[in-house]
Structure formats: structure tokens, C-alpha cells
């Protein structure tokens, strides 16, 4: 019987979330702490745990069939290995969010990537940077370093750095500032582009209903609410991302009406302010664990 084999990385910014998606999904594995291969108990997909850069390779190369990696990661590969159309990203999966940014010492007045032409760059992205630099007709010295980009500029080895930023800090704590984003990236899953056989395919495709179901669900809520049955309609439309909510009688009361609905957006505080303001009452908002359409 065909089995799928999916890689995450092993240790690292994206493998607790990788690791709870798949579980989430359902799969649970046979695993010893050091080993790199779990086998997958009740469903036929085991995980292959790697470095981030050997993922892409990895897929490429045959030795696993799908794989979550930051889209920066699987653009640079393809990039280094000319196969931009060998992977396909089947689903962005809203975490690992960060950009590529050209980020220069503060002390220097360089206000547009343009000024940088002919100088040096440092990164651990050789071939993205350079890929989406000439995009914009700047071409620079690249140095590729595999750590610490961000102090080249202070040892006088780089004009400018082009990073990963999430949040900027390690930016500021390097006195640089972030002169323009390139690339936003995220962790996404991916597969490769040639066609799979049947049973691999089908495999494939129960499992990705059931991880959009798992991301689905993540971004739902479950609403219980009171309403008149007068403010019924108001109060439907203020509900965010649903069509058609249940409404029931309420046991005992002639204009009340309980109303449920699964909301397909995020549900915030205002909303809720807006419903009481309807007319709404006893509102309950609960997530939402397991969704199949
Ligand atoms: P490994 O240690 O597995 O060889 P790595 O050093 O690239 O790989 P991490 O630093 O854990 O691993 O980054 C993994 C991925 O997390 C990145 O490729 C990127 O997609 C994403 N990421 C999100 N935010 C950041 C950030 N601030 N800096 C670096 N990567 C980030």
C-alpha cells in the first residue's frame, strides 16, 4: 500500500506549528526523539524531520512528496536549481509570516534601493535577493553568509543586508533600518509538480481536506446569541462571514429567538459591541476544533 512521506523542518521557527497542523489533521506518529523518520500509525504519511533548506531540495529530489517551508526558502531552491515551475504551493498556512528586506546602517542616508547599485549586499538568500533585485534593474555584489547577515555592514564586509524581518528588532539592535521589503513570505505547503500515482493522489487529497479543515476551523467561530425576533435580520448581516444562521424558538418567551451561526471570520470586540447594539443578548462566542465542508 502506497504511503505519503512529508517533510517539516526538524527543529527551528516552524516546526512546533508544522508538527500541530499535522497532528491537528489527525496524524500521529511513531516516534523516537533523535530519529528523523516517525512512521505514521493510523494513517499512511510519514514525517521526514529536516533542516529548512534540505525540504525543498528534498521534494525536488524525489525523497518526500510534500513538505512545509517558508516561501522563501522553496523560492530560493528553486532559484539555485533553475526549477521554478518543479514545486507547487498547494496552501499558505498563516504562520512564519516575515519578509526579505534590503536594510543598510543608519548612519548612511540612502533613502531608495536604487543608490545601492555596483555595491555589496550580504544574505543568506543569494539567489532570491539577486532574482528580486535585478526585477527592480539594480545589480550588487552578493555575499552570501549562512548567519549573523545583520553585522556585516558594522565588520565592513557589506554596503546593505537583505534579511528576514519579522518584527525589526534584530534590525534595530544592529543600528540598521529596513530600506525596502522584497519578498513576504510565510510557511506554505508544498509538493512537487509532476503527477503522483492514483493512490498517492487520493492519499493526498484526504489529507489536504483535512488540513483545510484544520485552518478552516482555525479561523471560525461558533456564535450563540439571544435576539428579538424583530432584529433578527439586523443582526444576521452583523454577523462576519455567515450566510445563513440558524434561528429557534425559545422555550418560554414569545419575541425572543436563539440565533447560531458559524462565522467564517475573525470575530472581534467591535462586532459584538455591534450586535448587543442590535438588540442582541447572552452572546457566546466558542471556537470552533474540527470543520469538513
Ligand atoms: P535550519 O535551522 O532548519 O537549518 P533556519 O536557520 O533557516 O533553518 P529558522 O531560523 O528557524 O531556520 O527559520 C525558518 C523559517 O522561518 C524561515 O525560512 C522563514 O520562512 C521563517 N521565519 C519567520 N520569521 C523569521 C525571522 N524573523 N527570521 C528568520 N526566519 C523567519
Redesign the pocket.
Known amino acids: 500500500m502506497s504511503r505519503l512521506r512529508i517533510a517539516i523542518?526538524?527543529?527551528?521557527?516552524?516546526s512546533d506549528k508544522s508538527l500541530d497542523l499535522l497532528k491537528r489533521s489527525g496524524l500521529e506518529f511513531s516516534r523516537s526523539k533523535d530519529k528523523l523518520f516517525w512512521y505514521g500509525k493510523d494513517f499512511p504519511v510519514d514525517l521526514l524531520l529536516v533542516?529548512?533548506?534540505d525540504i525543498p531540495r528534498m521534494l525536488l529530489d524525489g525523497v518526500c512528496d510534500l513538505g512545509i517551508?517558508?516561501?522563501?526558502?522553496a523560492y530560493e531552491v528553486m532559484l539555485e536549481r533553475e526549477a521554478t515551475s518543479e514545486l507547487e504551493c498547494l496552501k499558505l498556512l498563516g504562520f512564519?509570516?516575515?519578509h526579505l528586506s534590503i536594510a543598510v546602517p543608519e548612519s548612511l542616508s540612502i533613502e531608495n534601493s536604487s543608490e545601492l547599485q555596483g555595491k555589496r549586499i550580504a544574505t543568506s538568500y543569494p539567489a532570491l535577493t539577486r532574482h528580486l533585485l535585478a526585477r527592480k534593474g539594480i545589480t550588487m555584489q552578493i555575499s552570501e553568509l549562512s548567519?549573523s547577515v545583520e553585522i556585516a555592514p558594522s565588520l565592513g564586509t557589506a554596503d546593505a543586508i537583505a534579511d528576514?524581518?519579522?518584527?525589526g528588532t534584530?534590525l534595530r539592535a544592529n543600528h540598521l533600518v529596513e530600506l525596502e521589503v522584497l519578498y513576504q513570505?510565510?510557511?506554505a505547503l508544498y509538493r512537487r509538480s509532476e503527477k503522483l500515482s492514483v493512490d498517492k493522489q487520493l492519499l493526498m487529497d484526504q489529507l489536504l481536506a483535512r488540513i483545510d479543515g484544520v485552518l478552516q476551523a482555525r479561523k471560525s467561530k461558533y456564535v450563540m446569541l439571544h435576539a428579538p425576533r424583530s432584529a433578527v435580520t439586523k443582526i444576521a448581516a452583523l454577523l462576519p462571514g455567515v450566510e445563513n444562521p440558524s434561528i429557534m424558538p425559545l422555550e418560554g418567551t414569545q419575541n425572543l429567538v436563539a440565533v447560531h451561526a458559524v462565522c467564517a471570520e475573525g470575530v472581534f470586540w467591535e462586532h459584538l459591541e455591534a450586535l448587543k447594539a442590535a438588540g442582541a443578548s447572552a452572546i457566546l462566542v466558542l471556537p470552533v476544533e474540527k470543520m469538513l465542508a
Open positions: 523542518q526538524k527543529s527551528g521557527r516552524l533542516r529548512n533548506d517551508v517558508g516561501e522563501n526558502i512564519g509570516q516575515c548567519g528576514l524581518v519579522s518584527t534584530t513570505s510565510q510557511a
